[in-house]
């Protein structure tokens, strides 16, 4: 039986006794442990993607969100992802939202939480990035504290205080659970964020002699108008790329709503984030990097991603119901789809089927 198989026998059982944040932490324990019970299996060079000056061993990533303070980013690598993104980290530390906060639909292979960007600060992250012996691709996630009187500040001091360590920049401005941080997604506070953010960039690169990647986080929840807008500001200030898609507030697709605040994430957001994502590749064109996040829980669901205008896919929802294995099970998925249609690289399959989700009409 695969570790997928154990984990949603016994395993999942025994997770899901525990309230889902002390889960969460256990699972933060188990892997600082070293003793996970999960290895990556050997990497087929035929998953590999360069994008934004990177090479991804393969195309799955964990999401932000799972690793908020930059704990175990090389021992998630270790079990079989092609790279992990930590945060989101904001300069101050925060508590985030009162407990209880986040909740578990196992019967619509969801969650809906409303942390509120609870971390530990600048400081613990950059400590423990600056310690990391793995030389596997890692992230880092940005935000802003809740109380911040000038949040693009927050974001500039970020990109500065990780520029030497992180391998690309995630600037999430699409947490539904800041009031008011997705205001940043109108076009006029976006684009003087992008502005100050490559003046940041720019001055740091003559600094170091390096180029960092910097990709912009977006929520699903977005209209027409509203995505042309972002993916203007995004070509305009030459960003490398965007990740479609964030939590959503929308509550289409679960059996019973539970009537709590937050972001809904897992299977049910599949669909609504997928034409999202279509929708971006169309109009950012073919050369920048698309993330595609929401959903993703088995080899087809990434592969649908890719067909969609995703170079590289996240998850951790579909982690949280399918345990840690799950990234050597869609790397293997991937492989025989890829065995399948004699393709010789995972890239040769993006966008075989954007142009069907991209004309989909974009949920209510």
Do not use: C
Not at 233 to 258: H, Q, W, Y
Request: aromatic residues 6%.
């Amino acid at each position: 039986m695969s570790a997928g198989g154990l984990f949603e026998g016994a395993g999942r059982w025994l997770a899901f006794r525990l309230e889902p944040e002390a889960a969460h932490r256990m699972a933060i324990a188990g892997l600082k442990s070293g003793l996970s019970p999960v290895r990556a299996i050997r990497p087929n060079p035929k998953l590999g993607v360069l994008t934004a000056g990177l090479a991804f061993p393969n195309p799955v990533g964990v999401a932000a969100g799972f690793d908020k303070d930059a704990e175990v980013p090389d021992e998630l690598i270790a079990t079989g992802f092609g790279f992990a993104e930590v945060g989101t980290t904001t300069p101050k530390p925060q508590p985030g939202n009162p407990q209880p906060r986040v909740f578990r639909l196992p019967g619509d292979r969801a969650v809906i939480n409303r942390l509120g960007f609870n971390n530990e600060g600048h400081d613990a992250a950059f400590r423990r990035l600056e310690s990391r012996r793995g030389r596997g691709i890692v992230g880092v996630n940005i935000g802003a504290n809740k109380d911040a009187e000038d949040r693009i500040a927050d974001y500039v001091t970020g990109l500065r205080r990780f520029y030497t360590l992180a391998d690309y920049f995630t600037v999430n401005i699409s947490s539904p659970n800041t009031p008011g941080l997705r205001d940043l997604q109108g076009r006029a506070q976006l684009a003087e964020l992008l502005s100050r953010i490559g003046e940041a960039r720019q001055a740091e690169e003559e600094t170091h002699k390096r180029r960092v990647p910097v990709l912009l986080k977006i929520a699903p929840d977005i209209t027409e108008d509203g995505l042309d807008d972002i993916v203007a500001e995004v070509l305009d200030k030459t960003l490398d790329g965007m990740i479609v898609s964030n939590t959503t507030l929308s509550r289409t697709g679960i059996a019973r709503d539970p009537g709590e605040a937050g972001g809904l994430s897992g299977r049910p957001v599949f669909e609504r984030s997928t034409i999202v994502l279509a929708k971006t590749r169309e109009r950012l064109g073919p050369d920048l990097t698309l993330i595609g996040v929401g959903g993703v829980d088995s080899a087809e669901s990434a592969l649908a991603k890719i067909e969609a205008g995703a170079d590289l896919v996240q998850l951790y929802t579909g982690m949280i119901y399918r345990g840690p294995g799950i990234a050597n099970e869609i790397v293997r998925g991937l492989s025989a789809e890829l065995d399948r249609r004699g393709a010789a690289g995972i890239s040769q399959l993006r966008d075989g089927r954007m142009k069907e989700w991209a004309d989909t009409p974009m949920p209510g």
